[in-house]
């Protein structure tokens, strides 16, 4: 028996790792020398390229090419059709292989459908693309970004939830708190902390 499950219509290549409870769906490509963890989906039409990692957990939805160079830690989720790439300044004409740029997304990112994230930048953990925005600089810890380009719009909580001020700490700006699961965080400079 597998340990990972892959539909019919997929080319998974030999020499590519993945782990236990992995699904992947119709008409997926994924390439030898990609590391895919456990518990994994990967949706209709999503290319895993060569030199790519992938943590646990991961959620990646319909028609998302992950490309070399990217690094995909635990518990992220990638929306349909939002786009990695690979280098600031394609041509067809010239081949640019040695420049590809890493791109890093921490433990918890949520990327919008149809966002595009330039090569070269850092999503800090639990940060929040929004749906079409395009992210040309790294992202803080649990900031969520919106727009073209994407700009910082305020804070997520790591279960996905807008921050508010706290109810308690009102007077102060820098304390913040979820609605939802009641965790509480404090604005250090341009990043945000759990307390």
Not at 31 to 53: F, T, W
Not at 70 to 82: K, L, N, T
Request: aromatic share 8%.
């Amino acid at each position: 028996m597998a340990l990972f499950q892959a539909h019919k219509t997929c080319d998974v290549e030999e020499g590519a790792v993945i782990g236990a409870g992995t699904k992947i769906w119709h008409y997926s490509h994924v390439m030898k020398g990609s590391e895919i963890g456990e518990k994994c989906i990967l949706g209709q039409n999503v290319y895993v390229g060569p030199a790519v990692k992938i943590g646990n957990r991961v959620k990646i939805q319909n028609n998302v090419s992950v490309y070399d160079s990217v690094v995909i830690e635990d518990d992220v989720f990638c929306g349909p059709s939002m786009v990695f790439t690979n280098v600031i300044n394609p041509r067809a004409h010239i081949e640019r292989k040695a420049e590809f740029k890493p791109t890093l997304v921490k433990k918890g990112v949520t990327i919008g459908a149809n966002a595009t994230i330039v090569c070269g930048v850092t999503l800090g953990e639990y940060s929040f693309v929004g749906a079409g925005s395009v992210v040309t600089k790294d992202v803080p810890a649990y900031a969520l970004v919106f727009g073209n380009p994407a700009k910082p719009q305020g804070w997520m909580c790591q279960c996905g939830v807008r921050l508010v001020k706290s109810e308690q700490k009102k007077t102060l700006v820098d304390h913040l708190a979820c609605k939802a699961c009641k965790s509480k965080y404090k604005v250090q400079g341009k990043s945000l902390k759990p307390e």
